[in-house]
């Protein structure tokens, strides 16, 4: 059959420096901008539409714009972590649907180990943050507060640290075959158990890698779409979603991919099952958990068990995700992860994964972003893509 | 082993939230009550996040509560126990853990409000363990 789509993704690219100390980040920004163009069969003169995070330098996008030379009828500067990229998408569809521009270009671009960044402390973003004094002086590092809540998830469901390291063990098995992954060494279950822990009951290899580098999309009208091929993805259905701490009533089991997946599900009219792959935002395996849950996978609280004996490795599991590695293996550009999420569903879709990790006959798949930190203020946003013959 | 670690972070202070900071050099923890919806939040503002009033008001917790999740950062000079704590108000804040060994650190647990002095000498508060 064919599916009706408001927009298509024509162009991807994922920037394969993992450690940028000779560039500078408008450099990488242009990169991965030409890389995805010429993935598309497009020029630079065909983009009208410009969609970035709020860590380009300058104000918005304004010199990103000026530096890349781009013609521009409409801008997007929607920041939300490392879901931003997800949501762009979405945003890029609507606005193509509405006739705000037709070829719209989302970049990623970040350098955090060329700037010597080890480990995410607070992510503190304005001195006048009105959390600030309640959160800072506790010293809550992102790893912390995702620790805190794989511990409530063990408390609550039972789940083990086993069962988290099976995540990092399944991204693992398919970092190897990506020569561009930061970790391409295949982990087992007791290699994750007895690498240090950085905040119980997360070890270092429960927690994503830090990498220089980026990416970009290419998004475009259906019309645009038909005359560049069938390496094309239709986008089928997008939802987004913000979750806080709610005045105090914390709850640490839930993430806001409950909505957005549920909204783009529906505007997709398919369903988990109905999905040969899946992206999943995996900052942290605990957020791998929550949100195979969260999008209805599995039902809550039996995230450990879905993940376990790899259910997650492609050729093996139920489940195919992350196949390039994801961010506990491959790549984790800025901190953000959404964007090479929904790069790889787009190589799953063309049939352009690696052949180890491709999934046969793959026509519907799912790319999932996260921002922010699950246990305070997150975003979350979700894309169903599909073959165009899907 | 006992500890009470220092917090070397000054919480920043404002206007809308000196108050909550005077009453801590007091050992009182206050939170804030909403005059029209009657809900409490934390952390406390000048309008209720339920209803979006400005008629909000303090009022002291009782300062006992228990751990809804705890982690103890390692990757530090001195480890530390973050957690969230449900107050017997029923609202959940963030805090540490302090006063005990981390092995005796459990989701659960009774806690008792005590305050703990900044690098700046502002009173931050934190649980230990309420052994009734």
Same mark, same amino acid.
């Given at each position: 059959?064919?599916?009706?789509?408001?927009?298509?993704?024509?162009?991807?690219?994922?920037?394969?420096?993992?450690?940028?100390?000779?560039?500078?980040?408008?450099?990488?920004?242009?990169?991965?901008?030409?890389?995805?163009?010429?993935?598309?069969?497009?020029?630079?003169?065909?983009?009208?539409?410009?969609?970035?995070?709020?860590?380009?330098?300058?104000?918005?996008?304004?010199?990103?714009?000026?530096?890349?030379?781009?013609?521009?009828?409409?801008?997007?500067?929607?920041?939300?972590?490392?879901?931003?990229?997800?949501?762009?998408?979405?945003?890029?569809?609507?606005?193509?649907?509405?006739?705000?521009?037709?070829?719209?270009?989302?970049?990623?671009?970040?350098?955090?180990?060329?700037?010597?960044?080890?480990?995410?402390?607070?992510?503190?973003?304005?001195?006048?943050?009105?959390?600030?004094?309640?959160?800072?002086?506790?010293?809550?590092?992102?790893?912390?507060?995702?620790?805190?809540?794989?511990?409530?998830?063990?408390?609550?469901?039972?789940?083990?640290?086993?069962?988290?390291?099976?995540?990092?063990?399944?991204?693992?098995?398919?970092?190897?075959?990506?020569?561009?992954?930061?970790?391409?060494?295949?982990?087992?279950?007791?290699?994750?158990?007895?690498?240090?822990?950085?905040?119980?009951?997360?070890?270092?290899?429960?927690?994503?890698?830090?990498?220089?580098?980026?990416?970009?999309?290419?998004?475009?009208?259906?019309?645009?779409?038909?005359?560049?091929?069938?390496?094309?993805?239709?986008?089928?259905?997008?939802?987004?979603?913000?979750?806080?701490?709610?005045?105090?009533?914390?709850?640490?089991?839930?993430?806001?991919?409950?909505?957005?997946?549920?909204?783009?599900?529906?505007?997709?009219?398919?369903?988990?099952?109905?999905?040969?792959?899946?992206?999943?935002?995996?900052?942290?395996?605990?957020?791998?958990?929550?949100?195979?849950?969260?999008?209805?996978?599995?039902?809550?609280?039996?995230?450990?068990?879905?993940?376990?004996?790899?259910?997650?490795?492609?050729?093996?599991?139920?489940?195919?995700?992350?196949?390039?590695?994801?961010?506990?293996?491959?790549?984790?550009?800025?901190?953000?992860?959404?964007?090479?999420?929904?790069?790889?569903?787009?190589?799953?879709?063309?049939?352009?994964?690696?052949?180890?990790?491709?999934?046969?006959?793959?026509?519907?798949?799912?790319?999932?972003?996260?921002?922010?930190?699950?246990?305070?203020?997150?975003?979350?946003?979700?894309?169903?893509?599909?073959?165009?013959?899907? | 082993?006992?500890?009470?670690?220092?917090?070397?972070?000054?919480?920043?202070?404002?206007?809308?939230?000196?108050?909550?900071?005077?009453?801590?050099?007091?050992?009182?923890?206050?939170?804030?009550?909403?005059?029209?919806?009657?809900?409490?939040?934390?952390?406390?503002?000048?309008?209720?996040?339920?209803?979006?009033?400005?008629?909000?008001?303090?009022?002291?917790?009782?300062?006992?509560?228990? =751990?809804?999740?705890?982690?103890?950062?390692?990757?530090?000079?001195? /480890?530390?126990?973050?957690? #969230? *704590? &449900?107050?017997?108000? %029923?609202?959940?804040?963030?805090?540490?853990? =302090?006063?005990?060994?981390?092995?005796?650190?459990?989701?659960?647990? /009774?806690?008792?409000?005590? #305050? *703990? &002095?900044?690098?700046? %000498?502002?009173?931050?508060?934190?649980?230990?363990?309420?052994?009734?």
């Amino acid at each position: 059959m064919t599916r009706n789509a408001k927009a298509c993704i024509a162009g991807i690219y994922e920037h394969p420096t993992r450690l940028a100390d000779d560039k500078t980040l408008p450099q990488l920004h242009a990169e991965i901008a030409l890389g995805a163009l010429r993935d598309a069969g497009l020029e630079k003169k065909d983009v009208d539409g410009y969609f970035c995070d709020a860590t380009v330098p300058g104000l918005g996008s304004l010199s990103m714009a000026e530096y890349l030379g781009l013609d521009l009828r409409h801008t997007d500067t929607t920041e939300t972590g490392g879901s931003s990229y997800v949501i762009h998408l979405g945003h890029a569809m609507e606005a193509i649907a509405a006739g705000k521009c037709s070829v719209a270009l989302i970049t990623l671009a970040g350098r955090p180990r060329a700037s010597g960044v080890r480990m995410l402390g607070p992510s503190i973003y304005s001195s006048e943050s009105p959390e600030l004094g309640f959160e800072a002086p506790y010293r809550p590092a992102l790893v912390s507060l995702y620790a805190m809540a794989a511990r409530r998830h063990m408390h609550e469901f039972g789940t083990t640290s086993e069962q988290l390291a099976w995540v990092k063990v399944a991204a693992s098995h398919h970092a190897q075959h990506n020569p561009n992954a930061r970790l391409r060494d295949v982990v087992t279950v007791e290699d994750v158990l007895a690498s240090p822990m950085i905040a119980d009951p997360l070890h270092r290899l429960d927690c994503c890698v830090i990498t220089d580098g980026g990416g970009a999309l290419i998004v475009v009208s259906p019309e645009i779409a038909r005359s560049l091929g069938d390496r094309c993805v239709n986008v089928l259905g997008h939802g987004e979603a913000l979750k806080h701490q709610r005045g105090g009533e914390i709850d640490l089991m839930h993430t806001s991919a409950i909505r957005s997946g549920r909204i783009a599900f529906e505007e997709a009219g398919l369903t988990p099952d109905d999905m040969d792959y899946a992206s999943i935002y995996d900052s942290f395996t605990i957020t791998v958990i929550l949100t195979l849950e969260d999008l209805g996978f599995c039902a809550k609280g039996e995230g450990g068990r879905f993940v376990e004996d790899g259910n997650l490795i492609s050729g093996i599991g139920m489940l195919p995700f992350d196949t390039d590695g994801g961010g506990l293996c491959n790549n984790h550009p800025g901190n953000r992860g959404g964007m090479t999420k929904v790069i790889e569903a787009v190589r799953q879709l063309r049939g352009e994964a690696h052949p180890k990790v491709q999934v046969p006959g793959c026509s519907l798949a799912l790319a999932h972003g996260t921002g922010g930190n699950i246990a305070v203020r997150m975003s979350s946003s979700t894309a169903i893509l599909g073959r165009m013959d899907a | 082993m006992t500890y009470r670690r220092p917090i070397p972070l000054d919480p920043p202070v404002n206007f809308e939230t000196e108050p909550f900071w005077r009453f801590a050099e007091e050992g009182r923890l206050m939170l804030k009550r909403c005059g029209s919806c009657r809900k409490t939040h934390y952390y406390p503002r000048g309008h209720c996040p339920f209803c979006l009033s400005d008629d909000t008001e303090w009022h002291e917790a009782q300062g006992t509560g228990e =751990v809804y999740s705890f982690s103890v950062m390692r990757r530090t000079d001195i /480890p530390y126990a973050i957690a #969230f *704590v &449900t107050l017997s108000e %029923g609202i959940t804040m963030m805090s540490h853990i =302090v006063d005990c060994p981390f092995e005796a650190i459990a989701i659960g647990m /009774p806690v008792r409000l005590v #305050f *703990v &002095t900044s690098e700046g %000498g502002q009173a931050v508060p934190v649980f230990r363990p309420d052994n009734g």
